[in-house]
């Protein structure tokens, strides 16, 4: 009798097989997502230091409490820079180290809002003075934006910096409850200092508006909180995501800091009290800026994880049908599931050399501002602000979709991916609310319009702004939407005219009917004006793939830039039919359709099906190690069961046969039952 079946071993079997049968050069692509082999290998470095570290050991992680979380984090975090001393890392070196720690450290507010903020906007007295200090973490900080009462809606903001000439002090208070700091990262327990976001009032009582204020917090010798301040941590998070991080409250009771301590580089206050107007109004919102232009390739790098994870599983996982070598059906071979994962792996790739470009013109418009150039800020604001809603609500999709593609298993913290999800879940509303960013890319879509078509004769072509290009389809009447056919689907052409003759026509209607808007206007106009400021950009990627990848991996990677153009051109197909704008004519193929978009889905079907025999290869070219990844069912090797088999005998509610709650409670319970079931 030949012996059973074991569907635990299959599963190296079918894992082995999918990377045989990639034809692509994983290394080639991976080292295209790092921009150069160099920083593969540095990274590659880094990631072996970190998971060979004790300390840096994940297999307990899930079982911590909030509090022990918390404390974990610090060590990991103190552990990093002492670290980066023994190696001798460099600033860019730790920041990449950082980087590859999935827990939500609370010195990333230090790094990406506290500092860079300081940075920007201190004037060169204050600067020199804590500079140092804060670069080499002398002091820790955080961003002291969001209230209990005003978040996104900065202007409102209650917090009060009043100028006492006098004494060439500001006078810092909370007057309300609603007023108190909330939600700030890293305040609750680490920071010694922060910037805070406040209005600032002249003598007299003049409100001119929110500026920033260095403020210290705690007291450098013993860690203890400062008089006539209160600060405490919120508690935890929603599904426990951000356990490591002190999300924190304060409330200042007229504390006072010198005039120095205001950030006044571009805005500030004279001794005898008369207010320095800033180049731009908007210059204190830098920081908000700056962490949305570094949360494109975030997003990106996310969701190759969660597609890691579930193109892994995918691949060894057999259910269902019977297939020809006699066994169940490999789970991603059934087109339901890998029409769901395959366009996750295309926007991690478009996101991830996206967010690139956009960190690049982050770093120029901050070169720019520090010489008084506030020439890019505005273009700055509409674009990341688009952008961030894009990425986060993509990014918290697709980290679901790729939790349920798992079925069951997926739901196991062992799976990895609900933890991706917990902690990235707050990135629709931090940086600024979704919804309200929807409106502020509105603001700037509707006044790009009024610009063009009120001014007479009407500005060049190559005046317009990359985020306000699509307008030019409204200057010349000649210009016509394109024919659709299914050869439309095979170059990239189509679909990025579609999307932005989309953004044209929905901002054009926005305009006209401005005074009754309908229902999701706003949310529809941003999405429509983002997609059209990304789709051309995909475009040039795709041009240059022949100058960045040898001719068989360039054509996959088009595949997949544009494989993400068609599932976005699908995505809007409700503004696109409304607008008139599929002017497709049926397919033709028996049963004869009368569906204009079918030969769209047949090609996003079909390009998922050539793009199936890579899915192993391109997920690999993310380069993610099992530590981390951390996932049972995203193992590199493909045994799950055996992985989710040995993560399981740590549960600690497994380390007694009979639980401490059996003499407590089940015990009592049993024995009232079986009193009870022998009255009847």
Known sequence: MPPAHDPSKQNAIDMAKARST????????????????????????????????????????????????YIRGQALTNRLYGLQEIHKWSPEDATLAMSVVDDSLPIALHNVAFEPVFRLQASPELFSKYAGLIASRGILGCYLQTELGHGTNVGRLETTATYIPETREFEIDSPTLTSTKWWIGALGKTATHGVVQAKLILPGGKDVGPHLFFIQLRSLDTHKVLPDIIIGDIGPKALAGFAATDNGFARFDHVRIPKENMLSKFAGVTDAGEYVTPPHAKLSYGGMLYIRSGMVTAAGWLIAKGATVAIRYGTVRRQGEVGPDGLE????????????????????????????????????????????????????????????????????????????????????????????????????????????????????????????????????????????????????????????SPESWKQPAAAILLLEWRAALIVHEIAQTIGAPDATATQRVSRAVTEAFVAPRVGEM??????????????????????????????????????????????????????????????????????????????????????????ALGVHDGKVYEALWARVQHEPLNQTEVTEAYEASIKPMLLRGQRMAAKL
């Open 542 to 631: 795709i041009e240059a793939l022949s100058t960045k990848l040898k001719q068989r991996e360039a054509e996959v990677v088009k595949k997949l830039y544009l494989l993400y153009l068609l599932t976005t051109v699908e995505s809007a197909l409700v503004d696109l039919l409304s607008f008139g704008l599929f002017r497709a004519a049926p397919t033709g193929d028996p049963p004869r359709s009368r569906d204009p978009t079918r030969a769209l889905r047949l090609a996003i079907a079909g390009l998922c099906g050539e793009l199936l025999p890579q899915a192993i290869g391109l997920s690999d070219a993310f380069g993610f190690s099992d530590w981390e990844l951390d996932s």
């Open 22 to 69: 990639t034809s692509i050069n994983v290394p080639d692509i991976r080292d295209f997502l790092y921009n150069g082999s160099a920083q593969w290998r540095r990274r590659e470095q880094i990631v072996k230091i970190l998971s060979t570290d004790p300390l840096f050991d994940k297999s307990q992680r899930v079982f911590a409490s909030r509090k022990e979380q």
């Open 329 to 484: 059906r490999q789970t991603i071979s059934y087109p339901s599931l890998h029409v769901r994962l395959i366009p996750l792996l295309a926007r991690a790739h478009v996101f991830i050399k996206l967010g690139r470009a956009l960190s690049e013109g982050f770093d120029a418009l901050a070169r720019g501002l520090s010489s008084g150039d506030t020439s890019k800020l505005a273009e700055m604001h509409v674009t990341t602000s688009g952008l961030k809603v894009l990425v986060s609500t993509t990014g918290i999709q697709d980290l679901e979709t790729a939790r349920r593609s798992m079925g069951g298993h997926g739901y196991s913290a062992f799976a990895g991916v609900g933890k991706m999800y917990a902690d990235y879940l707050p990135a629709a509303t931090y940086e600024g609310e979704n919804f309200v960013l929807d409106g502020q890319v509105l603001r700037a879509a509707l006044k790009a319009f009024r610009a063009l078509f009120s001014t007479t004769p009407r500005p060049a072509v190559t005046s317009l702004s990359p985020s306000s290009y699509y307008l030019r389809l409204l200057m010349d009447e000649k210009l016509v939407p394109p024919e659709l």
